[in-house]
């Protein structure tokens, strides 16, 4: 079942997010229908498009590993070797990841690859935010860069939500 198979459409095409649900026996008077409440419509929209955004942007995020490897070297820690193959080796595991994800055979491993890719890359935000003084040039200094690590979190929560079952 589709994510929206639920809502009725108006004469344009538009999703009617008033309309009833089927399924529901007992509700609405026994018709066993219930209105949808229009800020759960939203809500269901905004979750789609942020879903449907992940793989994209990974994809894209990885392939940036490949036009700009510097720009990535940079951010890496001193203590791992052959930097510029991790830059490289973290780029395809986006773009892998990200091409998964645009696929449900694919999109549940996918998932979990992205998952790993990111809990994989978090020496590198680490790094940065002991480091400060390392990048000047990023806009936020210090705050900016202690700020980002637990935005893996809500990455990591994004990749998760964009993983199932559409």
């Given amino acids: 079942m589709n994510t929206f198979s639920c809502l009725a459409r108006t ?40 879903r449907r955004l992940a793989a994209p ?8 590993h490949f036009a700009m490897p510097e720009t990535y070297e940079k951010i890496m820690p001193d203590y791992l070797p052959a930097q510029r193959e991790l830059v490289y080796a973290s780029g395809v595991a986006e773009i892998a990841g990200g091409l998964g994800l645009m696929h449900p055979a694919t999109r549940r491993l996918s998932q979990w ?19 400060p003084e390392r990048y000047a040039s990023l806009p936020g200094g210090r705050p900016a860069l202690i700020a980002r690590l637990p935005l893996q979190l809500v990455f990591i929560a994004w990749v998760r939500a964009a993983g199932r079952r559409a």
């Fill in 57 to 64: 942007l990974f994809v894209i995020t990885g392939a940036m």
């Fill in 113 to 131: 690859w992205l998952i790993a890719t990111l809990i994989a890359v978090f020496p590198a935000n680490l790094h940065m935010a002991r480091h």
């Fill in 11 to 50: 004469e344009g095409g538009q999703a009617a997010p008033s309309e009833p649900l089927p399924g529901l026996a007992g509700q609405d008077g026994g018709t066993g229908r219930r209105r949808v409440p229009e800020s759960t419509v939203r809500a269901v929209i905004i979750a789609l498009v942020l």
